[in-house]
């Protein structure tokens, strides 16, 4: 298990033995990454057409935009239409929607840090599987490990968290376990919603098991702010104009404060819970080869609809809504179907922490936090993303 926080304790988790949560889908690693290539180069590269459509600039010019998905990750990309129709460029693309690409790495604005490829000219290709190009988890890392963190904290839980908890992931455990948390930031790869919130509830669970769990969270907080520093002290001029996490850090004192002026211990059964709920609504809001084809129509009284999908994207219906929304759906499905009725005060806390965890409403928050529990969600999701990030770029 990789080291999360130095102010956490460690903890070890059995092997899981049983069968309702395998892991079905092979770890493997490699594969175009946009990190490892400057802007200039030229590159020739198998990619998956996770996403494709026609744009047209101000001045009527038309040209195709692009996600790519490789082992090594996601990426954007474009070509100009310099002669026929649109229409006509993007057919190489969607005809098996595996393509070799020749293209150019290029960087817009200058010197932001924002790298996409332009391509030159593409070829389908006819013998690979889509989801041989899905973004993996970083090498040396396993799902495995992480199912059983989570399915081990799980167990932990009292009833009837514990039953709520088992019950969701038997129910989507097939999506849950490899669907990624992000199109390109954190958890950007299969599995990466596993990996995200196995971290959160380890977190979750050394906060609440020290003797002050708010000190140990400033601890979390100042862990963080060391490597961000670090990352300051040694970047280029170029890269320190691609941090975006100052604002993160005001936002995890602004979490402490609201902490600290409720003066309440957070409850480890509802935070964990709270944590396993919060992002389970992107089974919805994104989608990738592979995927269950019925999700919607086990959670919402809708038709059930074949999805024909290439690679990791934001599902054209479930953006619409937003993955917060859905976890409360899941939320009281199954309490629903497990015949479970929490008390009033409870059940609302529950469906806070999943509406609230983003922090402000200005970052897709439907409210903001309001109780001790939902403040301590949102820091840990911060706490974890912030050291997702920082892994990646030092190449862990």
């Known amino acids: 298990m990789i080291q999360l926080f130095k102010a956490l304790p460690d903890v070890t988790f059995p ?5 309702d949560f395998a892991i079905g889908f092979s770890d493997s690693s490699g594969g175009f990454s946009m990190e490892e290539h400057v802007p200039g180069e030229r590159i020739e590269e198998t990619l998956l057409v996770a996403a494709a459509e026609i744009r047209t600039s101000q001045t009527g010019r038309e040209w195709l935009q692009f996600t790519f998905n490789s082992t090594g990750g996601s990426c954007k990309g474009k070509q100009w239409i310099n002669q026929g129709t649109a229409e006509e460029a993007m057919h190489p693309y969607l005809e098996t929607r595996i393509v070799r690409v020749e293209a150019k790495v290029e960087e817009y604005p200058p010197q932001s840090g924002n790298k996409s490829l332009t391509v030159q000219r593409v070829t389908p290709v006819h013998d690979a599987s889509p989801t041989q190009f899905l973004p993996q988890l970083p090498a040396n890392e396993s799902l495995e490990a992480y199912r059983d963190q989570l399915i081990g904290l799980v167990h932990r839980l009292a009833s ?8 969701v992931l038997k129910n989507y455990w097939s ?9 390109f930031h ?7 919603l596993l990996k995200h919130t196995a971290c959160m509830m380890t977190i979750g669970h050394g906060i609440c098991e020290s003797d002050q769990p708010y000190l140990t969270l400033l601890k979390c907080i100042q862990e963080a702010e060391a490597d961000h520093k670090n990352e300051l002290f040694q ?6 104009r691609q941090f975006s996490w100052d604002e993160s850090f005001d936002a995890l004192y602004q979490a402490a404060k609201g902490i600290a002026l409720l003066e309440k211990l957070p409850s480890a059964d509802e935070l964990l819970l709270g944590i396993l709920l919060h992002d389970i609504g992107k089974l919805w809001e994104y989608t990738h080869a592979g995927a269950s084809a019925n999700r919607f129509s086990r959670l919402l009284q809708v038709k059930e609809e074949e999805e024909e999908v290439a690679g990791i994207a934001l599902d054209p219906d479930g953006v619409l809504m937003g993955h917060m929304p859905y976890g409360c759906f899941v939320l009281e499905q199954t309490l629903r179907e497990e015949d479970i ?22 970052w897709g928050s439907s409210v903001t936090p309001q109780t001790t529990e939902a403040w301590y969600l949102h820091a840990i999701d911060l706490l974890d993303a912030r050291k997702e990030k920082w892994r990646q770029q030092q190449g862990r």
Do not use: W
């Open 15 to 19: 092997v899981y033995e049983g069968e």
């Open 160 to 167: 009837p968290y514990k039953d709520i908890a088992c019950a």
């Open 175 to 183: 999506d849950f376990s490899t669907r990624p948390a992000a199109l």
């Open 186 to 192: 954190h958890h950007a790869y299969i599995g990466g």
């Open 235 to 240: 970047a280029s001029e170029r890269e320190i």
């Open 341 to 362: 009725r929490l008390p009033r005060a409870d059940y609302h806390r529950l469906m806070h922490m999943v509406l609230s965890h983003h922090g402000k409403r200005e």
